[in-house]
């Protein structure tokens, strides 16, 4: 019982320090220098607000978004677009600076901006924290987009049951609302002082010792947390639907699962679900629980430690948590109970001016790797949550996987950001690699017809080569041919086709070159067609 009451002893101390200023933060990108070809379309930004706000300390994952998102450019056809990020705090929020005139979309990451913004945020009563929530709140109703992952996800859904422990009191108070989803958190009413024998949190808290050799902002990445799971998705929603295969790899770190109501009051779609054999079933990453013994002793020696560290004054309180020993492990075993259970969801919100809003339980921004399985660390006298209970053993090195497993699921972000700004469907970013054919509408088509190509911007000088083939049947078809390759992108990616074989079925998919002053690189060929139509006569 002190545990638990020291418990809400912290939180409220990092209460008093939850509203900070602004502050920017910008990359610099150190690429060759070398020239770029002119492009004289106009560009479209897409302005997309990422909050920052990480009020208890946490780590979080806000600036791997800004990495893949700020500056990503594509072009549809003779359309371009790009995203324009901008970090924001909750200070901007209160000042009402979150509006439809200034974002098209809010984008909350996990981890300490979405769990700690929901956990703090639960102190509903409290005069700012309920005008930061309409802040959102009204600005989805007035049509801005929101998409939120892990934490963030839980910052916008309440609870699907009654809360039964403080944590579940505070996600469930903290909740915006605004989604017609729920969550599912995971057995997580244990002890919240003790690392539950059946809690998803015991997934966050691995040892790492061998991080990736990557660039500054990517060796954040280097970690290996969680479990990578290949989650089925559905095809029927545009962020999916261009998708060669059926299901895809994602990083889960402990986020919930999301269910929609049976009889929703607007459109909601599931787009993926945690995958039929559960986390927590599988022999390589089942785990057991770890209990803590080292009362309040084990929390004042981890208070000592972190400000031994140097940390900043305000994660305190937090790194008492982290770095409080011992604990010990147990035997008993933890079950999710996530099988089956939806992990993305899409909806739009029932007014008239239809804004966005796209869950996450999984973390589609984290790396994902291949092999290897999940051991507990050796227990000793001086284990603790900053030191990880858990190490990922035998995984497949880095270097001999063909994936880019670094960016492999960043496609995803990219296009739930782009769909919450209300994009046109057709004109999300590509999916299968740095280009793609763009759907041809309608799939009934004359015998000469457009054919536009949807391709990431590069600082290279870019082309984009168009293959197609053939089938009188739709069942047996030609080899692919090449029709032509566009060398200049100031006036979009265009081909005029005209049907060189006849009237029957045409299958297309492009290939992206980009020309550097050492060499060419030119994607891989994509595992499936991209779009397809049938020609009658004319």
């Given at each position: 019982m002190k545990l638990k009451i020291l418990a809400i002893l912290i939180i409220l101390t990092m209460v008093g320090s939850t509203f900070v200023a602004s502050a920017d933060v910008k990359y610099n990108d150190d690429s060759e220098n070398i020239v770029v070809a002119n492009n004289y379309m106009e560009t479209k930004e897409v302005k997309i607000a990422i909050l920052c706000e990480e009020p208890i300390g946490w780590g979080s994952a806000k600036f791997v978004f800004i990495y893949l998102l700020d500056n990503y450019r594509w072009t549809v056809g003779n359309r371009s677009y790009e995203f324009d990020i901008t970090e924001i705090y909750d200070e901007d929020i209160l000042k009402g600076r979150l509006t439809i005139n200034n974002f098209d979309a809010l984008l909350v990451p996990g981890g300490g901006v979405g769990d700690a913004e929901s956990l703090v945020k639960g102190f509903r009563h409290l005069p700012?924290?309920?005008?930061?929530?309409?802040?959102?709140?009204?600005?989805?109703?007035?049509?801005?987009?929101?998409?939120?992952?892990?934490?963030?996800?839980?910052?916008?859904?309440?609870?699907?049951?009654?809360?039964?422990?403080?944590?579940?009191?505070?996600?469930?108070?903290?909740?915006?609302?605004?989604?017609?989803?729920?969550?599912?958190?995971?057995?997580?009413?244990?002890?919240?002082?003790?690392?539950?024998?059946?809690?998803?949190?015991?997934?966050?808290?691995?040892?790492?010792?061998?991080?990736?050799?990557?660039?500054?902002?990517?060796?954040?990445?280097?970690?290996?947390?969680?479990?990578?799971?290949?989650?089925?998705?559905?095809?029927?929603?545009?962020?999916?639907?261009?998708?060669?295969?059926?299901?895809?790899?994602?990083?889960?770190?402990?986020?919930?699962?999301?269910?929609?109501?049976?009889?929703?009051?607007?459109?909601?779609?599931?787009?993926?679900?945690?995958?039929?054999?559960?986390?927590?079933?599988?022999?390589?990453?089942?785990?057991?629980?770890?209990?803590?013994?080292?009362?309040?002793?084990?929390?004042?020696?981890?208070?000592?430690?972190?400000?031994?560290?140097?940390?900043?004054?305000?994660?305190?309180?937090a790194s008492a948590y982290f770095m409080a020993g011992d604990w010990e492990y147990t035997n008993r075993k933890i079950e999710l109970n996530l099988s089956n259970k939806p992990c993305m969801t899409a909806e739009i919100y029932p007014n008239n001016n239809k804004g966005r809003i796209v869950l996450s339980g999984p973390h589609p921004e984290y790396p994902v790797w291949w092999g290897g399985h999940i051991e507990p660390m050796p227990d000793t006298d001086k284990n603790c949550l900053y030191e990880g209970f858990f190490k990922w053993t035998n995984i497949t090195p880095f270097d001999e996987t063909p994936e880019n497993e670094l960016s492999h699921t960043w496609w995803i972000v990219r296009r739930q950001a782009a769909w919450v700004a209300k994009l046109l469907d057709n004109d999300l970013p590509p999916v299968n690699g740095a280009s793609q054919i763009s759907d041809i509408y309608p799939y009934e088509q004359p015998s000469i017809f457009t054919v536009e190509g949807n391709a990431e911007a590069s600082i290279g000088l870019t082309s984009l080569s168009l293959y197609y083939r053939y089938s009188e049947d739709n069942s047996s078809w030609s080899e692919w041919e090449s029709y032509g390759t566009d060398t200049d992108d100031s006036d979009g990616w265009l081909w005029e086709f005209n049907s060189p074989d006849g009237p029957g079925y045409y299958q297309f998919y492009s290939i992206r070159n980009v020309e550097y002053k050492s060499h060419i690189e030119t994607e891989n060929i994509p595992p499936g067609p991209d779009a397809i139509v049938h020609v009658d006569e004319d």
């Open positions: 700012k924290v309920k005008k930061w929530k309409n802040q959102i709140v009204n600005f989805i109703k007035e049509g801005g987009g929101y998409t939120g992952y892990c934490g963030g996800a839980s910052l916008m859904a309440q609870l699907d049951r009654k809360p039964e422990s403080l944590i579940e009191w505070q996600f469930d108070r903290g909740s915006l609302g605004a989604s017609c989803v729920k969550m599912f958190l995971p057995n997580t009413t244990a002890d919240r002082f003790e690392l539950s024998r059946e809690s998803t949190m015991a997934y966050l808290w691995f040892h790492n010792d061998d991080k990736p050799d990557y660039n500054e902002v990517e060796d954040m990445l280097g970690f290996r947390s969680g479990v990578p799971v290949d989650i089925p998705i559905s095809k029927d929603h545009p962020i999916f639907d261009d998708f060669s295969e059926n299901a895809t790899r994602v990083s889960w770190v402990g986020g919930p699962a999301l269910i929609p109501p049976v009889n929703p009051d607007r459109e909601v779609h599931i787009l993926a679900r945690y995958p039929e054999k559960g986390i927590s079933d599988n022999e390589s990453t089942s785990i057991n629980a770890w209990r803590y013994t080292g009362g309040i002793r084990g929390l004042i020696k981890g208070l000592i430690k972190s400000i031994s560290m140097n940390r900043r004054s305000n994660d305190f309180e």
